[in-house]
């Protein structure tokens, strides 16, 4: 007789959140975040349930729970405590929960991107999502993200830069801002003296494109790179040049744009350079006010203007939600260069 498959059912906390307004956000995006990743194809029974008052993504696991399955979990945005679920144990009803230990290893802590604040920050676990549909959908959604760099050419205040560190991806941003550039620079430096983090730093003047760009390395052994650079978005290749191609292309397109045009233009102007800096197979994934400009008129406007072939099977069609009473509804795309 052939050996009987067991399945492993697995309920996961939606990562807890500062508000109603970001629980919410993680109710609708843990699901596809979940289906998006290396486990996706081999899960059943994927679904929302209530236990003792909290929200869990419920699940189940062909085979036995793995080492590699347990570090996928750990990476994941939108969900927090694993635990392994049983109907019942003996006489004892459940469901019960056996906690798994799902904890990820970091150079640089998360709370790098949560002490940052600054007006019109993004949220950074929606950050940290981005980051993972984005490498989801690429080539790279295997590989582990310490051999991975991530460019955000509107990086602003750096909550992208500072979630890709985390991971443990070397990162790259600029901002036509020179205010935000300046004192995220200056972040980078105060932040990494006072949790005691070996820096070398290095500022730049380049002055064909009237720039300045700082040079960090961030470790004493196991280093990552950051690179931050004043300047115009569509000149992204020119003023992050040295830094090398990126795997990942993670942003959050300006929401102040209050017409299509203006959107229009400045993705016109950015995409083909954006696109340039990517590895072939690498993606990009950005965010946007979708009640500005529908999805499908985004899509046409992406593959219009780069080589870049539009993600849009499930999981990846359902990545709209709310925001706030401003943001009604923002939208995820994610493309991946040809």
Not at 43 to 57: C, H, K, W
Not at 81 to 95: L, R, T, W, Y
Not at 130 to 149: E, Q, R, V
Not at 193 to 217: M, T, V, Y
Request: hydrophobic share 45%; proline share 4%.
């Amino acid at each position: 007789m052939g050996a009987v498959e067991t399945t492993t059912r697995i309920a996961a906390q939606l990562a807890p959140q500062r508000s109603t307004q970001y629980s919410n956000l993680a109710r609708v995006l843990a699901q596809p975040e979940l289906l998006a990743s290396p486990l996706g194809a081999g899960l059943q029974d994927v679904s929302l349930r209530g236990i003792a008052g909290q929200d869990y993504l419920l699940f189940s696991l062909a085979g036995p729970l793995t080492a590699g399955t347990v570090g996928l979990l750990a990476n994941m945005a939108m969900i927090g405590g694993v635990f392994e679920m049983f109907d019942s144990i003996g006489d004892v009803a459940g469901p019960l929960l056996r906690p798994v230990e799902a904890v990820r290893s970091t150079l640089i802590s998360p709370d790098m991107a949560a002490t940052r604040r600054y007006k019109g920050k993004t949220n950074e676990a929606f950050t940290h999502f981005l980051c993972n549909i984005a490498k989801f959908a690429s080539d790279f959604h295997s590989s582990d993200w310490s051999t991975l760099a991530v460019v955000d050419p509107l990086c602003g205040g750096g909550t992208t830069l500072f979630t890709a560190l985390s991971l443990g991806a070397d990162v790259a941003g600029l901002d036509l801002d020179r205010t935000d550039i300046e004192s995220t620079a200056t972040f980078i430096t105060q932040y990494c003296r006072e949790n005691r983090i070996a820096l070398s730093a290095k500022e730049e003047r380049l002055r064909k494109l009237g720039a300045r760009r700082w040079l960090f390395q961030i470790g004493r052994e196991d280093r990552r790179r950051c690179m931050l650079a004043h300047g115009n978005a569509g000149q992204a290749g020119e003023l992050l040049a040295g830094f090398g191609r990126a795997h990942l292309i993670v942003t959050d397109l300006p929401y102040g744009i209050q017409h299509r045009g203006p959107l229009r233009g400045l993705l016109a102007d950015c995409l083909p350079g954006w696109t340039d800096l990517l590895i072939s197979g690498g993606a990009i994934a950005f965010s946007w006010d979708s009640t500005r400009l529908e999805r499908q008129e985004m899509m046409a406007l992406v593959a219009d203007a780069a080589d870049l072939e539009v993600v849009d099977r499930p999981p990846y069609d359902r990545l709209a939600h709310r925001v706030d009473r401003v943001i009604k509804r923002r939208d995820v795309l994610v493309a991946r260069r040809r």
